[in-house]
C-alpha cells in the first residue's frame, strides 16, 4: 500500500527556519497537504495543493514541492509552532484511497 | 458557522457493530468530498475512508476494508461510517472532515480537509 514519509521529529530555536520534509512516490502526480495538530485538539490545514496558504494561517508557513518529496517550512519558529506536522496525499492508482504520513513532531527549544 | 459534529461512538465489543454519524452545517454539504480519518491513543492520524460528493468514489484503508462502510445522505446533510467487526486495533477517535475535494458545474477544486469535527471515541473491548 502507498506510502508517505515523514522524518519522526524536528528540533528548532525560536526565531529559527525548521523545514518538516514528506516523501512518497506519488507526490509528482498528486497534491499534498499539510496539517498541524496540537495536543487534545482536531488537526488544522496549514498548507493545501502543495504551497498554498488557507486564510488564517501565518504568513511563516510555506510548501514546497520538488520530485518526490514536500516540505513544510516554518519560517521565524514561534513557541506556539510546537506540535505534530502531518503530510497527505492521494494514491495515483486511480482508486480513491488518502494516505497520511507518520507525523512530526516539531519541538521548539 | 461552518461544523461538522460527530456522534455514535461508545464502548463495543469484539466482533459486535457500531454506526458513527457527522452532522454537518454551514455550508453546502452535497459540494464536497468528506471522509473519515482516526488516530489511535498516542498515535499518528490514519485514514479510514472517503466519499465524494455525489458517492461516485469510495474508498476504504486496507485495514478496514471489507468491514466498514461508508455513506452520506446529502438530504439530511449527514455522513456515516458502519462498522462491523470490529477488533481492538480499531479502538481510536475518530474524525469526520471536510473536503479535499470540493465540485461544482462540473469542475472539481482541491481546497485540503479546511473542516474538522471534535471527533468521537470508539473503544472496543471486552
Known amino acids: 500500500s502507498y506510502e508517505l514519509t515523514q522524518p519522526p521529529s524536528v528540533s528548532v530555536s525560536p526565531g529559527q527556519t525548521a523545514r518538516i520534509t514528506c516523501s512518497g512516490d506519488a507526490l509528482p502526480k498528486q497534491y499534498a497537504y499539510w496539517y498541524q495538530q496540537k495536543p487534545g485538539q482536531a488537526p488544522v490545514l496549514v498548507i493545501y495543493?502543495?504551497?498554498e496558504r488557507p486564510s488564517g494561517i501565518p504568513e511563516r508557513f510555506s510548501g514546497s514541492s520538488s520530485g518526490t518529496t514536500v516540505t513544510l517550512t516554518i519560517s521565524g519558529v514561534q513557541a506556539e509552532d510546537e506540535a505534530d506536522y502531518y503530510c497527505?496525499?492521494?494514491?495515483?492508482?486511480?482508486?480513491?484511497?488518502?494516505?497520511f504520513g507518520g507525523g512530526t513532531k516539531l519541538t521548539v527549544l | 458557522e461552518v461544523q461538522l459534529v460527530e456522534s455514535g461512538g461508545g464502548l463495543v465489543q469484539p466482533g459486535r457493530s457500531l454506526r458513527l454519524s457527522c452532522a454537518a452545517s454551514?455550508?453546502?454539504?452535497?459540494?464536497?468530498?468528506m471522509h473519515w480519518v482516526r488516530q489511535a491513543p498516542g498515535k499518528g492520524l490514519e485514514w479510514v475512508s472517503g466519499?465524494?460528493?455525489?458517492?461516485?468514489?469510495?474508498g476504504y484503508a486496507d485495514s478496514v476494508k471489507g468491514r466498514f462502510t461508508i455513506s452520506r445522505d446529502n438530504a439530511k446533510n449527514s455522513l456515516y461510517l458502519q462498522m462491523n467487526s470490529l477488533r481492538a486495533e480499531d479502538t481510536a477517535l475518530y474524525y469526520c472532515a471536510k473536503g479535499p475535494e470540493y465540485c461544482s458545474g462540473g469542475s472539481c477544486y482541491y481546497y485540503g480537509m479546511d473542516v474538522w469535527g471534535q471527533g468521537t471515541t470508539v473503544t472496543v473491548s471486552s
Open positions: 454551514g455550508f453546502t454539504f452535497d459540494d464536497y468530498a
Open positions: 497527505q496525499s492521494a494514491d495515483s492508482s486511480g482508486t480513491y484511497h488518502w494516505v
Open positions: 466519499i465524494s460528493w455525489n458517492s461516485g468514489s469510495i
Open positions: 495543493k502543495d504551497s
